[in-house]
């Protein structure tokens, strides 16, 4: 290995340029992607996971395969079921458990106020996958086959095995607190405090616009060329860092954001918001981690109009998309 980092910067702008290509060619199926993964996985920060883990592990995949795909959509739609299934069963292994329906049927099943959704939570892993497959996005017996690596007679058998576990369970609401470091974090965004801000960062933080940038420690995020808490403090632009396609600013006010503490399924979020022509409305949602007093990891989620569309529409909050890339 090279000892000069300028080594290790020229790759790193060959794959950033290679990865962005990659994710314009399937950017049309994001949507349907995420929808997937939303069945399987029952939150929408595990379900946008799932697709950013799916999309790097089929960017890495790609790389070392000699032949064409003749079927994109199904062999992406493979590599997040392959993911999931083996979280799955890494999760029962590290659990204690052998019972796949009784683990997965343990799912927190507040997670979702979709009926469908919640039975199909009580089903093994490949269950699932073969359920929301057919049931949900249409695909054909062979398809099934191929993304579980199987045989057509036994999706059959184990679509009508599944079929027969649907039992709607009982919700049980929560309260959850809201830490005052996070009051203490949405104070200082609102006063653009960026020392206040960074202050309450542990420094083995980790700060992610999901899916585009990830920074560590307490630097990076303030960085007023490339920082996300430095730009997240001004107006939304069209530019490189930080900037989004301008066909997504038509009705916006150039103005910074404020931050509001919500609490969304049992977990306190941030709520971001953005001035209008006909109002505020939310463009992003932040997640906070915390450890003790100080805070472990922060995700915005301003790349992710899925994510966005669905906490919005359940907290019936109003909400504008940024896309899902900046360049």
Known sequence: MSDDPRDLAAVGDHVKTSWQRFLDVFEPLRPELYRYCRYLTRSPWDAEDLVQDALARGFVTLGTRFHDLPNPRAWLFRVASNLWIDRARRRRRERGLFDEARDEG??????????????????????????????VFDFSLEDIASTLSTTVGTVKSTLHRARGKLVEPEPEPGKVPTPGVLDAFCAAFNARDLPALTALLLDTSVTEIVGVVTEYGVDEPADEKTGSFFNSMTPITTTETGGIGAQYLTDYVASAPRSEIR???????????????????????????????????????????????????????PFRVNGYKYW
């Open 106 to 135: 343990t799912e927190d099943v507040r997670a979702s106020r979709d009926a469908a959704a919640v039975l199909i939570a009580q089903l093994a892993p490949r269950e699932r996958v073969a359920v929301v497959l057919k049931e």
């Open 263 to 317: 609490i969304y399924r049992d977990q306190v979020i941030l709520l971001m918001w953005f001035d209008h022509v006909d109002g505020p409305a939310v463009r992003t949602v932040w997640t906070v981690e915390t450890e003790g007093d100080r805070i472990a990891r922060v995700r915005n989620y301003f790349f992710t109009p899925d994510v966005i569309a669905e906490v919005c529409r359940e907290l019936d909050v």
